[in-house]
């Protein structure tokens, strides 16, 4: 039987619906795993400034990982370690490999986001949490994920099959993820971890219980201990029922 006491929940097609919404009935069983005892904890892509509200719309003073395990939240306010940046030659190096395949592009700062549209030379003197480059020609796309993680320089994941993440190296949800639990005294046995897509594979696999989405990438399913219902029908309501409240 496992004992969680830990459930880490992506947020893009795991917790939030198409719509970017939480549910009622997820709501509801959110409440009722800390009830339990249970620490929920989001593990995204995404920054604070569009995290912020869901945290704030749930009421929870939790920790976080954001940016792929760029940021790390003790608590709201609070990091639990220096934030980590790509560097600013490494900024005009992705750029330009995407302009050079017709790509969109896009970079995560601390208090910012940045598109293709929006990009200056500026820009290059910017700190960066993640950059991201998109192309809907999946032939290309994977080609380009090849060519950088040939550079061994970064971490390289996805949220979708179109795009690819770039976080620096070391940077993952997994990293973030320990190292919360080496701060709560929480051992990774004892994590549910909820995920989608590529970014959330490597958790997944590594903690205690983990919980693919029904409408998850396969490979994704394929290593999860368990699959749950989509993003559209509850499924982390469903997975906190079944393996935390165990009703």
């Not at 947020?11 to 009935?25: A, N």
């Not at 920790?63 to 709201?76: D, S, T």
């Not at 949220?159 to 993440?165: D, F, K, L, Q, Y």
């Not at 998850?216 to 394929?222: N, Q, R």
Request: hydrophobic share 40%; charged share 25%.
């Amino acid at each position: 039987m496992h004992i969680i006491r830990l459930l880490t929940v992506d947020l893009d097609g795991t917790l939030l619906t198409d719509r970017k919404e939480i549910s009622e009935t997820t709501r509801y069983w959110i409440h009722r795993a800390l009830n339990s005892g249970v620490l929920v904890v989001f593990a995204t892509g995404r920054g604070i400034r569009n995290t912020e509200c869901y945290r704030q719309e749930l009421g929870l003073e939790m920790p976080m990982v954001l940016v792929n395990g760029a940021e790390i939240w003790a608590r709201p306010g609070e990091l639990l370690e220096p934030r980590r940046f790509i560097e600013p030659e490494g900024a005009r190096r992705l750029y330009q490999l995407a302009v050079d395949h017709g790509a969109w592009f896009w970079g995560y700062g601390v208090d910012s986001l940045v598109h293709l549209n929006e990009w200056n030379e500026e820009m290059f003197s910017r700190p960066w949490l993640k950059l991201g480059i998109r192309h809907d020609d999946l032939p290309v796309i994977e080609r380009l994920r090849e060519t950088v993680r040939s550079w061994n320089t970064y971490e390289v994941s996805r949220s979708a099959p179109v795009n690819m993440e770039i976080s620096p190296k070391g940077v993952s949800k997994v990293y973030g993820v320990r190292r919360l639990c080496h701060h709560l005294g929480i051992d990774m046995s004892q994590v549910m971890a909820i995920g989608d897509s590529l970014n959330d594979l490597a958790l997944i696999q590594a903690a205690g219980l983990g919980v693919a989405m029904a409408n998850a990438e396969p490979i994704v399913k394929e290593h999860a201990d368990w699959i749950t219902l989509s993003n559209e029908e509850d499924g982390v309501a469903e997975a906190i029922r079944r393996w935390i409240c165990r009703e």
